[in-house]
């Protein structure tokens, strides 16, 4: 827990964030590992708080 609690948490702009994602894709060749996936969806919650929108996660789905 932050000694400041009340210490503002600077937020990035959704075109920095934008390029992190596509960095991230870029590296990743394409296929994204289990660590790289956390990372991704992290970087969307951010690209959405900065973008103004929301971001439902990615369901699994299942072929039946």
């Known amino acids: 827990m932050s000694?400041?609690?009340?210490?503002?948490?600077?937020?990035?702009?959704?075109?920095v964030v934008n390029d992190e994602i596509r960095d991230l894709w870029q590296r990743s060749g394409?296929?994204?590992?289990?660590?790289?996936?956390?990372?991704?969806q992290r970087l969307l919650v951010e690209w959405a708080a900065a973008a103004g929108t929301s971001v439902r996660p990615a369901v699994a789905s299942e072929a039946g």
């Not at 000694?3 to 075109?15: D, H, K, L």
């Not at 394409?30 to 991704?40: I, V």
């Open 3 to 15: 000694p400041y609690p009340n210490t503002p948490v600077p937020v990035r702009s959704a075109s």
């Open 30 to 40: 394409g296929l994204l590992s289990p660590e790289d996936e956390t990372e991704y």
